[in-house]
Nanobody
Framework: QVQLVESGGGLAQPGGSLRLSCAASGFTFSMYTMSWVRRVPGKGLEWVSGIWKDGSDLWYVDSVKGRFTISRDNAKNTVYLQMNSLKPEDTALYYC??????????WGQGTQVTVSS
């Protein structure tokens, strides 16, 4: 069965960095666009970034451009989100999702990112 398992969240100070990972299994990873989305309490779900099947195209929401970098390793069935220059407004539960923006069919359990001094 399809499984997506996120890791790497935690507490970071403003201006700090975290690297999220999402290990995928149960499907042919290289055949799917992957996304990172986040949920902020009281604000709903926000798509953050996406990456094409072979990593040749990357997309970001405006609020994270220049700070976050999405990447993937198809040999390891893993997608990453490098988050730099973190801001308190980046605090959220981050999910890895299979599919492009707005068209996800599987999700992970999420990893909490908290940015606070």
């Amino acid at each position: 069965q399809v499984q997506l398992v996120e890791s790497g969240g935690g507490l970071a100070q403003p201006g700090g960095s975290l690297r999220l990972s999402c290990a995928a299994s149960g499907f042919t990873f290289s055949m799917y666009t992957m996304s990172w989305v986040r949920r902020v309490p009281g604000k709903g779900l926000e798509w953050v970034s996406g990456i094409w099947k072979d990593g040749s195209d990357l997309w970001y929401v405006d609020s994270v451009k220049g700070r976050f970098t999405i990447s993937r390793d198809n040999a390891k069935n893993t997608v990453y989100l490098q988050m730099n220059s973190l801001k308190p407004e980046d605090t959220a539960l981050y999910y890895c999702a299979r599919g492009p923006r707005g068209d996800y069919d599987y999700w992970g359990q999420g990893t909490q990112v908290t940015v606070s001094s």
